[in-house]
């Protein structure tokens, strides 16, 4: 699987930006998808979390009910919709893909610069 993470950018606080994730391959269905981010000398940290089928999420405690994850299998594609956007929120966002317990694939990231 190969992914490519695009949507990042400059927002203002308070705003909101959506993240894409395109993958590669016929599997992709199969595979648990996640966000995770970087911040600026900071370790890389889990954002979300969705299930092959969609039916399960699970988010960052610093995130919830302001990021929600969603995924379409017909079109290999993952996003997280990011609103009430802060500085704290300021990254390089990393979409992931597994099918056990390790995360198997990381795309390149994309930057997501959140001014106050």
């Known amino acids: 699987v190969q992914l490519q993470a695009s949507g990042g950018g400059l927002v203002q606080a308070g705003g909101s930006l959506r993240l894409s994730c395109a993958a590669s391959?016929?599997?992709?269905?199969?595979?648990?998808m996640g966000w995770f981010r970087q911040a600026p000398g900071k370790d890389r940290a889990f954002v979300a979390t969705?299930?092959?089928?969609?039916?399960?999420?699970s988010y960052a405690d610093g995130v919830k009910g302001r990021f929600t994850i969603s995924r379409d299998n017909a079109k290999n594609m993952v996003y997280l919709q990011m609103n009430n956007l802060n500085p704290e929120d300021t990254a390089v966002y990393y979409c992931?893909?597994?099918?056990?317990?390790?995360?198997?694939?990381w795309g390149q990231g994309t930057l997501v610069t959140v001014s106050s």
């Open positions: 992931a893909a597994k099918l056990g317990a390790i995360w198997d694939y």
């Open positions: 391959g016929r599997t992709f269905s199969r595979y648990t």
């Open positions: 969705i299930t092959w089928g969609g039916g399960s999420t």
